[in-house]
């Protein structure tokens, strides 16, 4: 027998030499959950040992991340009640939270790739992504804050917008409103192809944003569709976008390599917070070896095609790295 696929397994030496897909703490972007107040640090119910933090914490936790080799975040917050309302008002506050987050993490880590949330559930008196008229999320309308908002994130010092809204036609708006206020340089990394999925539920309460009727099935993608990612993702290349994304990360690597294959821009993947807690509760039974399944998820999704991975696994991946 002349052929013997072993003898690539031999050992740790010659696997590691040849292997193909290799995780390193540059494919990671780590969501940040941002709250008001002072010296707060919560930790998310329903996802062990993730935190919403005050700005005075937030800035300490970016050093963290600088330390760990960790180079890019990607903000989200937990926005008030009294400052929801149906037209995304505080969404565009030049002194908002997400504003001043933004102004803390390049204060304390100039160096540090930011990157931003653009939506407005999380401003939305109804939780949805988009404005509500007559029980309908009106999608033209909506873009146009959307637009707005990303505007005031790039003035606030935002490298990227990140618009996971999926309302058409937000890329161009977005991208042209930049252009025409002289941010050429600011990037937009796109939500191309993120799905109703059933594995929000985590993040939506992190940040009370759950939809207060209905569902989001009008704008995020049916899970049963494949060729529509792929139209998705190439109008928003087409309209600007820098950098696409997937969402949710492992029900849909077939869609990361459909996407790989078919643009000429990098792709990302957003392990949700769905995928985290999973893990999580199932290596606190003790069903999982943590740390064994984390590393196989990430190489599994980076092995897909991803370029780049949003996860909140990033602090324990990279101390195991």
Request: glycine share 6%; proline share 4%; aromatic share 8%.
């Amino acid at each position: 027998m002349l052929i013997r696929n072993r003898r690539l397994r031999t050992n740790e030496a010659i696997r590691s030499l040849v292997r193909e897909t290799i995780i390193t703490p540059n494919d990671f972007i780590v969501p940040l959950f941002v709250v008001e107040g002072k010296n707060v640090k919560e930790e998310i119910a329903s996802m062990p040992n993730y935190f919403r933090y005050s700005l005075d914490l937030l800035e300490k936790e970016v050093k963290a991340l600088r330390d760990l080799g960790l180079k890019s975040v990607l903000v989200f917050v937990k926005v008030p009640d009294n400052l929801k309302d149906n037209k995304g008002t505080e969404a565009v506050n030049s002194e908002g939270l997400m504003q001043r987050a933004v102004k803390t993490i390049k204060e304390a880590v100039p160096e540090m790739l930011v990157m931003t949330d653009v939506a407005l559930d999380p401003y939305s008196s109804y939780g949805h992504d988009g404005i509500v008229e007559d029980g309908q999320i009106v999608n033209d309308s909506t873009k146009e804050v959307l637009a707005k908002m990303s505007l005031s994130h790039v003035q606030a010092g935002a490298d990227f917008v990140a618009p996971s809204d999926m309302m058409d036609g937000r890329i161009k708006a977005i991208r042209e409103l930049l252009e025409q206020e002289n941010f050429p340089n600011a990037g937009i990394m796109s939500y191309s192809a993120k799905y109703a999925s059933a594995f929000y539920g985590p993040f939506r309460d992190a940040l009370d944003s759950a939809p207060g009727f209905g569902d989001k099935k009008t704008y995020q993608m049916d899970p049963a569709n494949r060729e529509e990612a792929i139209k998705e993702t190439l109008q928003d290349v087409q309209e600007g976008a820098d950098i696409v994304m997937v969402k949710p990360g492992l029900c849909y690597l077939d869609i990361v390599r459909d996407i790989r294959n078919a643009v000429n821009v990098p792709v990302a993947v957003y392990q949700v917070s769905g995928e985290y807690s999973m893990l999580k509760a199932a290596a606190e039974k003790g069903w999982l070896d943590h740390d064994a399944v984390m590393l196989e998820q990430l190489t599994a999704i980076k092995r897909a095609g991803a370029q780049m991975i949003a996860s909140y696994f990033a602090k324990d991946a990279v101390k195991l790295l």
